[in-house]
């Protein structure tokens, strides 16, 4: 059974930086794309960055230049290094692929 584990999220001030992490089990996640995605409080599941299976990266027009999205095939293991962290970056993060989501993570971003 596939799942995604999210880690890594907590409170940070802002300009500060947090690096999350998916471990995926039960398949390889070599040949397929996944991503990262986040929900705010009171909003909809947004689209943050996804890392390609052939190595390509997209990010959202507000991930751009702060964040950085990065696989390691070979521990099924998917990042997302986030910098410059602003109060608009708290959220709950999620991984996302193989057809599944995980639980997410909680980044709050606060003075």
């Known amino acids: 059974q596939v799942q995604l584990v999210e880690s890594g999220g907590g409170l940070v001030q802002p300009g500060g930086s947090l690096r999350l992490s998916c471990a995926a089990s039960g398949r390889t996640f070599s040949d397929v794309n996944m991503g990262w995605y986040r929900q705010a409080p009171g909003k909809g599941r947004e689209f943050v960055a996804i890392?390609?299976?052939?190595?390509?990266?997209l990010y959202s027009d507000t991930a751009k230049g702060r964040i950085t999205i990065s696989r390691d095939n070979a521990t099924n293991a998917l990042y997302l290094q986030m910098n410059n962290l602003k109060t608009e970056d708290t959220a709950r993060y999620y991984c996302?692929?193989?057809?599944?989501w995980g639980r997410g993570t909680q980044i709050t971003v606060s003075s």
């Open positions: 890392s390609g299976y052939l190595g390509t990266t």
């Open positions: 996302n692929g193989l057809q599944k």
